[in-house]
């Protein structure tokens, strides 16, 4: 599959909220399943967020509550929306396809995104 593109990042303060854009070309023709993933500077990344073609989803416990994960198939984009935003959100966050429901080889294969980053400051 064509490299997923992030977008919606910037730099705003604690409290505040900011939706991020994952397209990933033909992600919804094979039914892939969609991630998100965080790496803040000298750590390693972690999971986030994910959201399969039948919408189900799931958040790491830190996040939980607080951000949403949605998709426009249609547009072959997913969503973060990430509200009341702390310090401990600030990182450089990817998308990347994987397995799901009657979904293809290519999700897994396919490659991660460059990122989008987020700033969060108190």
């Known amino acids: 599959l064509v490299q997923p593109v992030e977008s919606g990042g910037g730099s705003v303060q604690a409290g505040e909220s900011l939706r991020l854009s994952c397209t990933a070309p033909?992600?919804?023709?094979?039914?892939?399943?969609v991630n998100w993933y965080r790496q803040a500077a000298g750590k390693q990344r972690e999971w986030v967020s994910y959201?399969?073609?039948?919408?189900?989803?799931m958040y790491a416990d830190s996040v939980k509550g607080r951000f949403t994960i949605s998709q426009d198939r249609a547009k072959d984009t997913v969503y973060l929306q990430m509200n009341s935003l702390k310090p401990d959100d600030t990182a450089m966050y990817s998308c990347?396809?994987?397995?799901?429901?009657?979904?293809?080889?290519?999700?897994?294969?396919?490659?991660w995104g460059q990122g989008t980053q987020v700033t969060v400051s108190s």
């Open positions: 033909e992600f919804a023709s094979n039914n892939c399943a």
């Open positions: 990347k396809t994987s397995s799901g429901w009657r979904s293809t080889a290519d999700c897994v294969t396919a490659s």
């Open positions: 959201i399969n073609s039948i919408g189900d989803t």
